[in-house]
């Protein structure tokens, strides 16, 4: 079936556009960027999303639209997601985004606090109104379909009048995350298939089933048992995203490839950093060395080279294992070295071994004098990093506040001020202050000197005679310099009423010692 404006919707989309995909890799913040979503596709992936992309930061900076959006030819079908809580923002990223994707999806599954803060994700699932009003405005006025992904409520029947009302505000495909905006972090738990084929039969949209899905035999038994039309995994992908063709590759070669694909398609190092951590997460705890060297490296030819390293080592122990299995076992269903899930414990085991930990835990004890033995590990290592930290819940070092504004003076300002208002002032009224360096008085009165001595032809007009800060300047140089302290002076004083009167004042006095300079050599002269 057709939607609005003639774009295909429903399974139309899903058969045409999307080309019946069923294996899908998640939206994942920096994770999902274009170099693991090449990867993916390489092993089986049939659609991928772009990472969550705030659609006011959207809007507004066009470095964030760019690395948001980058992409290329391999890289398709693709879904754009975004995470917005009014209609008119949301409609405006979407119409800056659909030239370069297939879809546009709402990001209603997000449990994190900071969605908590920001109000969106998971966190606007009780706003039925909104949510209606945002996803038909994109219905209606995009020429790319519109798409939801979801978290569900406690409550079946809830959960299937939610994503029926998605469906009828025009959503066209829907992702149902069966796991509540409480189950999160330790409490994760197991997502509830039992949701999601509740949903599935109760919409006439194509919906994507998400949790649990950490083997390809899972996402065999989830469309199994729920009857959906596709299946969508992130961890599960993270850690192995050779993941749908159903193989346990090395970890070290999956890293290896991740990164000549980071070489021609650049991403920010913590994107790369974090991928590696979740590729080599077995190893990492095997050879333990490895891990602060790849969380301290600062480049990506670093990383590779930590990544050979670890290869070597590994394939020293599949030589070894080879004679002497047993050398290796460990909790995992595979060798250490291979990719595999990595399996959340239960609410309940994490609960038991938190109670355990804080049974363990030494009490912080703070002596008097304040002696690092005291400290816990933690504040011991905050005690490196910061040596003036005071750690005995005493206040710190106070600061007194500048005259004019809360920030701190300068200790040695002569007008008690931060450096921002002393800059102003000195400019205002032509004084120096020299702890701050800001000497807007000496530069004049030196400015002024080198225009009588060019009058009177004592210098050429490219001899450099004027000093400012040790060095020394040419004439064009210090006018620049004189010049853009008066454009700082007159930026920061744009809206102050007094402006026009404060400039004429300080040009009448440069006339007036012009003048008095003028006069005082011709007396000399005369004399």
Known sequence: MSGSGGKLAGYDFWNGTLKKARLVVAPMVDQSELAWRLLSRRYGAELCYTPMLHASVFIREKSYRKDGL????????????????????????????????????????????????????????????????????????????????????????????????????????????????????????????????????????????????????????????????????????????????????????????????????????????????????????????????????????????????????????VEKSKSNPDAFQTDLPLPYWLCQPYVRPTPEETEKKQLEREGLKRPLELSSNGDSEQLSRNKMKKKVRFPNKQFDGKKGRSYEPCANCPNPKGTRCLFNLCKACCRKKTYREMVDCPPHNLLPKTKRERRLQYEMNEQKGKVTPDETVVKSNDRILTKTENELEYGMNLQIDGESERNDSTEEENRKEIENEKEIELLSLEASHKTADVT
């Open 70 to 317: 980058a992409s290329c030819e391999e890289d398709r079908p693709l879904i754009v997601q975004f995470c917005a809580n009014d209609p008119d923002i949301f409609l405006k990223a979407a119409l800056l985004a659909e030239p370069h994707c297939d879809a546009i999806d709402l990001n209603l599954g997000c449990p994190q606090s900071i969605a908590k803060r920001g109000h969106y994700g998971a966190f606007l699932q009780d706003d039925w109104e909104l949510l209606h009003k945002m996803v038909h405005t994109c219905h209606t006025k995009l020429r790319v379909p519109i798409t939801c992904k979801m978290r569900i409520f406690d409550d079946i029947k809830k959960t299937v009048r939610y994503a029926q009302m998605l469906e009828l505000a025009g959503c066209q495909l829907l992702t149902v995350h069966g796991r509540t905006k409480e189950q999160k972090g330790r409490l994760t738990g197991i997502a509830s298939w039992e949701h999601i084929k509740a949903i599935k039969e109760n919409v006439k949209i194509p919906v994507f089933a998400n949790g649990n899905i950490q083997y390809l035999s899972d996402i065999e038994r989830c469309l199994k048992e729920t009857g959906v039309d596709g299946v969508m995994t992130a961890e599960g992908n993270l850690h192995n995203p050779a993941l749908f063709k159903d193989l346990s590759p090395p970890a070290w070669e999956m890293a290896e490839q991740y990164l000549e694909l980071v070489d021609k398609y650049p991403c920010p190092l913590s994107y790369v950093r974090g991928h590696l951590f979740k590729l080599l997460q077995h190893i990492l705890s095997v050879h333990i060395d490895f891990r602060e060297a790849l969380g301290k490296a600062k480049s990506v030819d670093v990383m590779s080279e930590i990544v050979k390293s670890i290869k070597e080592r590994c394939q020293t122990d």
